[in-house]
């Protein structure tokens, strides 16, 4: 009997005040007295203070002790001694690290042996991020893109969903490593519910998943943009896919963006191989490309030999005027490489997007995907499978364009009202609305301004393929922040913008 | 009113008969219904039958039917007519496709325009597969590796953990796109119980999460193999990590291996920059490596000015002998990246693995990653942080220490009694035997026999470097072959060895 060493354990440093908010009382309770086995600072043979005896300690109630200690000591971590109580038992002991010796690198010693800045490969020239703060959802007027609002986000639909996802039978079908395939219920809902609805027919052969829209662009470009050869993008443009390409090894040329969305300019387009372009809603500006600049491109690939590689990151998100199918939808000499992601619909954290290309293609791409990763995680494929077929996404899509629509007419109102000399296209859909000031106005300066009253903007200069470019622009993200935030958010943006001229034009 | 419509609905095509198994009734009817109204067989404003007729027609519960209805009345999709009946509802019907006309590219006409062969990167020579049948679960003697038992998942605890991570507070903080950030609470949880096991005190800065241990190595290489260089890989050896460097323009050297692990060649070792090994349990060998050549390797390393890549891919399943730490603990130069797994113990399918390197190494290859894929799925992070903090990571390891043991001692009397002329080392941990026949017996003839018996091995040809090679050896996996089928598989592969001579020495 070692319990006498129970009245040495300092039970308040095991247990410091619970929190009343966050996790459960009684998984704070278990993960502590786990950790505490775990690490030793609880030795095997220690006796536990009765349920009553802690439940008065922190002040909670005893049958959550109860409950802990019964599933602590079924998980083998505790013993029960009838009519004597909880003791720490042995059974996870020999789980202890290997001897301290070894479990120590001498940090000092020669911790800069390696010259690792030698031996990393350098990154490429021109590469740009558009960072957002960490804590984005702490501020009060977060005009952010590609965000979400958590307020929107169908909790209780997911929540059913993954469960339906942790069936024992389903588990059996997640679980094991798929190597290189596909949730088979996912892809057939992409096909019979999602694409048909940007007027794409696409068999089952011809569709890939991926770790969201942003591996598929890293994979396609991989495979099919050579080091050295040519991409169009638009100017101004996803910066992502640009450090994709320029990372590849490949030269880039911009074509100018305007309110009809990119011009497919003959000269621009004539050194290109390849074309990446976002016809639906373009980033930034969110203009939907006219059908004739559409034809114009896609003629362009006839002539050329061109491979288009068509973003549609978000184009469920329509809401004006009536939604025109993908570039995809009238390829009718398939030479587009179609992408597509959940990311700006259900979730950004689930990272599952998608790949329409001929079956050739996704043969070869689904290899390199094996390569790189195997495969996306299987049970979020299958809980997003189920949530399509039961009906919940639509009905979340179509909360969404309404919740988004009446946000961009807030938007457009505030804009007109505070921001009189912004010029703007209004958009059909997305969750962006991009402006553009005089020449002497610099979104750079406002941007650092704003941020520091707790608006988050961003500056049009991130997605110029020049610099410098689109100093004058900004990007007004409407997908994160509440509807009511949004009016007095660019009234107080507005107040700052007189003192955000360019300082000089080399600035 | 246009509820005449109803009598001309075919109902019986609309539901055909429930599935007993599989999901819930409730969940059939719900897919059922939102796809005929989604695809247009339901037209808006048809009456739907009444539950106690539509409970009838399907022979199920009326109440089913009626919680069905109510749901999907709540969601819009239906709408409930007091007094009248539930009819199909308006809401969702602009969600119907674009034109029909675009809808259709002509798959005959052009399909071959471009040639896509030409256009794609091609495949470096080298490449090797081994391939697992997508049914595996379903044949008698899997001896495979890599897979899991589903009968040993921690089913009931998972399932809590990820019920926790869909708490409305957790959703919001794994749902936003995490750009390059990893889960805090799973990297401290690797800090604190999992690598400490393997005698390594790693930082935060120092960890990086990826998807599967198949993403760890993948970004290793990009960043730390220049093509062209040479890397020493074990010989036989794992082929996805040969395969990733190959596909990286290197060039490859064998070191060979024997009971004591991988042999520190000086003359092999003299010509490569990077080593690739698996000290813990060799793969496919599945040999601990003696701690005199870890310090040979490590010695290389310092006077060769190289960089040793640790795959310690399921040294967590050392269940013989005492825990050997990581190589990456005795590591005072730090020249080891260290790449470990939750894939072989928790599941492969949760696709979460993890880089331990030099600080400035990680902020490279987070970069590496923001680009490919930028962050893996963040719900996962959080349900694998509350599994391990819980104490379930360490009770289930626990769990499969012991069963595999058990199935290790009872595949080793299986082989001593069946295949006797099989030369094999007993494994100290892992979860696979690696044996050796006399050279003129070929395993590869011996899989395919095998196959036809519902039995599954993998012949060691696979594994080597340079064909043919190892083509008399194969590997016995027992992660997801149930223990009382060890015996009866071995004892029926044994009656099929007779038939697998070599045909000739070209074969």
């Known amino acids: 009997m070692r319990d006498h060493q129970a009245h040495q354990v300092m039970w308040h440093q095991i247990f410091p005040e619970p929190q009343r908010q966050g996790t459960t009382l009684q998984s704070q ?22 349920s009553r005896e802690l439940a008065d300690m922190l002040a909670i109630s005893r049958n959550t002790v109860v409950l802990v200690y019964e599933k602590l000591a079924e998980d083998g971590y505790l013993e029960n001694r009838p009519r004597n109580g909880y003791y720490v038992s042995e059974r996870y002991l020999h789980q202890q690290p290997p001897t301290p010796a070894m479990a120590q690198p001498n940090p000092g010693a020669a911790s800069h042996a390696v010259n690792w800045q030698a031996r990393m490969q350098s990154e490429p020239p021109g590469i740009k991020w558009l960072d957002k703060p960490e804590d984005w959802q702490r501020h009060r007027y977060p005009f952010l893109y590609g965000q979400f609002d958590p307020s929107l986000f169908p909790i209780a639909d997911w929540r059913e969903c993954s469960r339906q996802a942790l069936d024992v039978s389903s588990i059996r079908g997640w679980a094991p490593d798929a190597i290189d395939h596909d949730n088979a219920s996912l892809v057939e809902q992409l096909i019979k519910r999602v694409l048909p609805r940007r007027g794409i027919a696409a068999r089952r052969d011809e569709v890939l998943l991926t770790v969201g829209a942003q591996q598929a662009l890293y994979l396609v470009s991989e495979l099919l943009v050579p080091p050295g050869s040519t991409v169009a993008v638009e100017d101004p443009g996803y910066m992502d896919a640009r450090n994709i390409f320029l990372r590849r090894g490949a030269q880039l040329v911009g074509l100018e963006v305007d309110c009809d969305g990119v011009q497919p300019d003959a000269t621009v387009l004539a050194r290109a191989q390849t074309l990446y372009c976002t016809p639906s809603h373009q980033c930034p500006t969110g203009i939907t490309l006219s059908t004739e600049r559409r034809l114009a491109l896609l003629e362009w690939a006839r002539h050329h030999d061109g491979v288009i590689i068509e973003d549609d990151y978000d184009a469920e998100m329509q809401y004006a005027g009536k939604p025109s199918p993908a570039l995809k939808a009238i390829d009718h000499e398939r030479r587009v490489i179609y992408i597509g ?21 996704v043969l070869r791409l689904r290899v390199l995907r094996r390569l790189m990763i195997r495969h996306p995680a299987t049970n979020n494929q299958l809980a997003a499978a189920l949530f399509i077929s039961h009906g919940h996404y639509d009905r979340f899509l179509h909360q969404m364009r309404e919740e988004l629509a009446r946000r961009a007419a807030l938007l457009i109102a505030a804009v007109r009202t505070h921001l009189p000399m912004m010029d703007f296209t209004a958009p059909d859909g997305g969750s962006a609305l991009w402006g553009r000031f005089a020449p002497e106005i610099d979104t750079r300066l406002l941007r650092q301004a704003a941020f520091e009253q707790g608006i988050l903007i961003e500056s049009g200069e991130a997605f110029c393929l020049h610099d410098p470019g689109h100093f004058n622009c900004l990007r007004l993200g409407f997908s994160s922040i509440q509807a009511e935030r949004i009016e007095p958010g660019i009234a107080a943006l ?5 003192r955000c001229r360019r300082r000089s034009s080399a600035a």
Do not use: H, M, Q
């Open 29 to 50: 309770l278990r993960v502590r007295l786990v950790d505490a086995v775990l690490d030793g600072r609880l030795a095997a043979g220690i006796r536990l203070p009765s």
């Open 494 to 498: 507005a107040a700052l913008l007189p």
């Open 341 to 361: 992601s959940l990311s700006k619909t259900l979730s950004p954290g689930l990272r599952i997007g998608y790949i329409v290309a001929p079956a050739e293609v």
